[in-house]
């Protein structure tokens, strides 16, 4: 494993450990690269306050730490300054604004939420409606052809356990499109070391048939998680399986 984008810090709240402790294990596992991609502060309207990301008074001390560890490491490994969000098409355009004074290098797209998050539906609940799938495939495509994100993370968080056809018919959607944007697919390395419903078989086993290029990203909430030669192996094995046309790094879009 060349590289990870998919790297978090304590500011998210549901994360631990010290920025460096992240660098450090990155270069004892070998990584030639590591992007720090945490939880994107958004916009809200006042009186909302999410509990799964740095707020936007954070942004500066989130960029200013990630840089200075960028220089202090020149040496031993690649640093890139990044964020993962979702697409929030009524707060999109503030967080655009937000973060344009900013050197964010990438974004990874992460649709946690339906619709805007503020009351809605998280996407990583069990659910038979298909409409609810409907909906995830539709927004991850409109957020994918905005040309704002790097690649898409975990892009089977959405737990359907409705019909078989169903999610093949709506997942296809999002792989074809997510092919011809260009656009590579994340395979998480937290759902396989929780055990979690994702990575879900069905879907990387459209992502093949489609010829989707695919990314390992750890989604490390601890300095450990950023090396794991376990979930390595796993992911491994999955890419194998199903001949998906793996990435040692990604090339970052223009996001701002």
Not at 13 to 36: C, D, S, T, W
Not at 101 to 125: K, M, R, S
Not at 133 to 162: N, W
Not at 213 to 234: K, M, Q, Y
Request: hydrophobic share 35%.
């Amino acid at each position: 494993m060349k590289a990870n984008y998919h790297t978090h810090t304590w500011r998210c709240m549901h994360a631990v450990g010290k920025e460096r402790e992240y660098v450090e294990r990155a270069i004892e596992g070998g990584l030639q690269i590591l992007g720090f991609s945490d939880h994107t502060p958004y916009p809200y309207p006042e009186g909302y306050s999410s509990r799964i990301r740095m707020g936007l008074d954070q942004l500066e001390d989130y960029v200013e730490t990630v840089l200075n560890l960028k220089e202090e490491y020149r040496d031993d490994i690649e640093i890139h300054l990044g964020l993962e969000a979702e697409y929030y098409p009524a707060y999109f355009q503030k967080l655009q604004e937000a973060v344009r004074d900013y050197p964010v290098e990438y974004f990874l797209l992460a649709q946690h939420f339906l619709g805007n998050e503020i009351g809605e539906i998280y996407a990583g609940n069990a659910t038979a409606d298909a409409q609810v799938l409907k909906r995830y495939c539709s927004q991850v495509i409109e957020a994918m052809e905005t040309g704002f994100f790097t690649y898409l993370a975990h892009p089977d968080l959405l737990h359907f356990t409705g019909a078989a056809d169903v999610y093949e018919e709506q997942m296809r959607r999002v792989c074809r499109r997510a092919k011809q944007l260009e656009v590579p697919l994340e395979i998480n390395f937290l759902g396989i070391q929780d055990t979690r419903h994702y990575p879900d078989e069905r879907f990387w086993k459209i992502a093949g048939e489609e010829g989707c290029s695919t990314v390992f990203g750890a989604d490390a909430h601890c300095p450990a998680a950023v090396w794991n030669p376990e979930a390595l192996r796993i992911a491994e094995e999955m890419a194998k399986r199903y001949d998906l046309h793996l990435l040692e790094t990604v090339s970052f879009c223009s996001p701002v």
